[in-house]
Structure formats: structure tokens, C-alpha cells
């Protein structure tokens, strides 16, 4: 059973950086299209961003050109750059893999104060 274990999330004002961190457990993971995954208050899950086993990556409309998703498949890690922060950012973020998903992890509490 794979476990997904998110961090990095915190409080930062708009127009700041945070970046966050998902580590995978189990032994499968490189073959997988990773995604990062946000979940706002009273809002359903939302797709992110994604990445391929070989590193392609696409992104929604409301993150282009302010995240940025990588991977590192010898450490079953994803990670999310996220830069220029904007309130409507504040979620909490989560990583899995894209349908069918894994169980889903605690999640990250992204906070972006205007």
C-alpha cells in the first residue's frame, strides 16, 4: 500500500515562494503521472499540476508560469515550486498519482495572506 506523505506548507504573504514536498512510500512510483492536487474551504479538489515518469509536465491555467511541479524517482519525491503566491492560492495541497488514485496522504496547508 503506497503512503503519501506531503510538507512544506506554512503562511506566506502574497507574492511570496513556498515549496512543497510529497514522499512516496512503496515500490512502485516512477512509472506513475504524479500530480499535486489543492483543496480550498467549501471547494472540491482541484488538479494542479502534473508530471510524467520522464519529466513532461502540464499545468492548470491558474498556476501557469507561478508553479512548478519536478520529481526525483530515486528518492519517490514530487515537489511543487510555487512562486508569486496570490490568496486564492490558500488550500490545502496534496500529491498522488493521477485517476486511479492512490489513498490520500494528510495533506499541506497552503495560507496566503493579502
Known amino acids: 500500500q503506497v503512503q503519501l506523505v506531503e510538507s512544506g506548507g506554512g503562511l506566506v504573504q502574497a507574492g511570496g515562494s513556498l515549496s512543497l514536498s510529497c514522499a512516496a512510500s512503496?515500490?512502485?512510483?516512477?512509472?506513475?503521472?504524479m500530480a499535486w492536487y489543492r483543496q480550498a474551504p467549501g471547494k472540491a479538489r482541484e488538479l494542479v499540476a502534473t508530471?510524467?515518469?520522464?519529466?513532461?509536465?502540464n499545468y492548470s491555467d491558474y498556476v501557469k508560469r507561478r508553479f512548478t511541479i519536478t520529481r526525483d524517482n530515486t528518492k519517490k519525491t514530487v515537489y511543487l515550486q510555487m512562486n508569486s503566491l496570490k490568496p486564492e492560492d490558500t488550500a490545502v495541497y496534496y500529491c498522488?498519482?493521477?485517476?486511479?488514485?492512490?489513498?490520500w496522504g494528510q495533506g499541506t496547508q497552503v495560507t496566503v495572506s493579502s
Open positions: 498522488n498519482k493521477i485517476n486511479p488514485v492512490w489513498p
Open positions: 508530471i510524467s515518469s520522464g519529466g513532461s509536465t
Open positions: 512503496g515500490r512502485i512510483f516512477s512509472i506513475h503521472v
